[in-house]
């Protein structure tokens, strides 16, 4: 059975700090891609961050670039994403999602963690 977990989301004030975590289970972890996104009501969905299968290797949306950090610990089956310097619009509901390696979908997704920063 596939699980992803998030935690760590929580209520903070702008310039605060907040580590989400998602462990994940009932996959291979570390042949899937993993990607934290965020919703906010009424918008689309928009992905954060992700770490890649194969290195490591991270990208980011422009709005967090510097701010927010993605890592994964392969041994542990978890993806973390590192938020800094947190403002209003980063409210949200954030997710995790997997995406197996040579393809182009996530295809496991996590319930979500609310988020939210107070001005």
């Known amino acids: 059975q596939v699980r992803l977990v998030e935690s760590g989301g929580g209520l903070v004030q702008t310039g605060g700090s907040l580590r989400l975590s998602c462990a994940a289970s009932?996959?291979?972890?570390?042949?899937?891609?993993m990607g934290w996104f965020r919703q906010v009501p009424g918008k689309e969905r928009e992905i954060v961050a992700r770490?890649?299968?194969?290195?490591?290797?991270?990208d980011y949306a422009d709005s967090v670039k510097g701010r927010f950090a993605i890592s994964r610990d392969n041994a542990k089956n978890t993806v973390y994403l590192q938020m800094n310097s947190l403002k209003p619009e980063d409210t949200a509901v954030y997710y995790c999602?997997?995406?197996?390696?040579?393809?182009?979908?996530?295809?496991?997704w996590g319930q979500g963690t609310q988020v939210t920063i107070s001005s």
């Open positions: 999602a997997a995406r197996a390696k040579f393809t182009n979908s996530y295809n496991y």
């Open positions: 770490a890649s299968w194969s290195n490591g290797v991270t």
């Open positions: 009932g996959f291979t972890f570390s042949s899937y891609t």
